[in-house]
């Protein structure tokens, strides 16, 4: 088996570490036998097919930047959607979580965005930074990360990635982060994320394995010894 993983424009969105949580997939699955090809998707390529892709990724980037990939986004924009649709594996971090809603208004713009999730975003007076720990519904461990975003995000009914327990989220005192659509991850955490999040990182390669194989009995289990040390010591220094 192989699974074939897309990064979009890694060139202008790639500030956040976004080439980790690209490692810490591909790792996971070598670990575990599991041929994984890396592809990118740049501003200079042209052929846009994701027939045989299973797993997108988009990262995180400056707001000049996100505008620029979204206006070329946009000439993909039914194929990523029926992809999304069709549960295919998404995964979108800081920038590329805003670009998945239906716009991000700035203070003179407004960014059009991908209408996968019906959520929007409006910049905020201040930024919100700092760590944050979630817990999601889904998995045992927390989730922890860095958020760094100026944009307030309100995903209205979607089931949101995780319960705030210490930082900020989607907007100030959500008490929510992200968003959970069927098997589409998006998040304001990075930092990289994956890599502290191992749990995480198994909950998205598991999900596109079984939508190319729904016979998939699950990944065998690694020794993370090392991962969850490091994200336990993250809760507990900043959990309430």
Known sequence: MKIKILHLYPDLLNLY????????????????????????????????????????????????????VCDRLLEHKDALKEYA?????????????????????????TIRGLEILDIYTEQ????????????ADFMDERIVGFENHGGRTYIG???????????????????SEGVIYK????????????PKNPGLCDYILTNAIKR????FKGLSPLDDKLEKTANQYIVNRFKK
């Open 17 to 68: 570490g976004d080439k980790g949580n690209i490692e810490c997939m591909r790792k996971r699955l070598e670990w575990r036998g599991i041929d994984a090809e890396v592809m990118s998707y740049t501003c200079e390529d042209t052929g846009f097919d994701l027939s045989d892709v299973n797993i997108v990724f988009i990262g995180g980037g400056s707001d000049r930047e996100q505008k620029i």
């Open 85 to 109: 649709e069709d549960n295919g594996t998404l995964v979108a971090v800081c920038g590329g979580y805003q670009l998945l809603g239906n716009y991000y208004k700035l203070e003179n713009e």
């Open 124 to 135: 905020g007076k201040k930024r919100l930074i700092g760590n944050i720990v979630l817990k």
């Open 157 to 175: 009914s979607h089931t949101p990635l995780g319960k705030v327990e210490y930082g900020y989220g989607n907007h100030d005192n959500a008490g």
């Open 183 to 194: 098997n589409v991850v998006a998040t304001y955490l990075h930092g990289p994320l994956l």
């Open 212 to 215: 190319k194989n729904p016979d």
